[in-house]
């Protein structure tokens, strides 16, 4: 198994909910904020929140795996 399925369901969780909140309120509030600008950064947002966890959970395991 090269990583564990929760870490990737948490961490595309908060991609998606941080950035949607910011990005849905620009939406809102903003004249010049599209919904293809929202919907692309929320992607990149649940992207790298989850490439984060995923190395984070790996970190984790080997800094365990020495001590």
């Given amino acids: 198994v090269i990583f564990d399925v929760v870490p990737v369901l948490q961490g595309a969780l908060m991609g998606v909910l941080l950035y949607g909140t910011v990005d849905l309120t620009n939406c ?38 020495r001590s």
Avoid: Y
Wanted: glycine share 6%; aromatic share 10%; charged share 5%.
């Fill in 28 to 65: 809102a509030l903003l004249a010049g904020w599209s919904w293809p600008v929202a919907l692309l950064d929320m992607t990149w947002g649940t992207t790298a929140c989850t490439v984060l966890a995923v190395v984070q959970n790996r970190l984790h395991a080997w800094v365990s795996s």
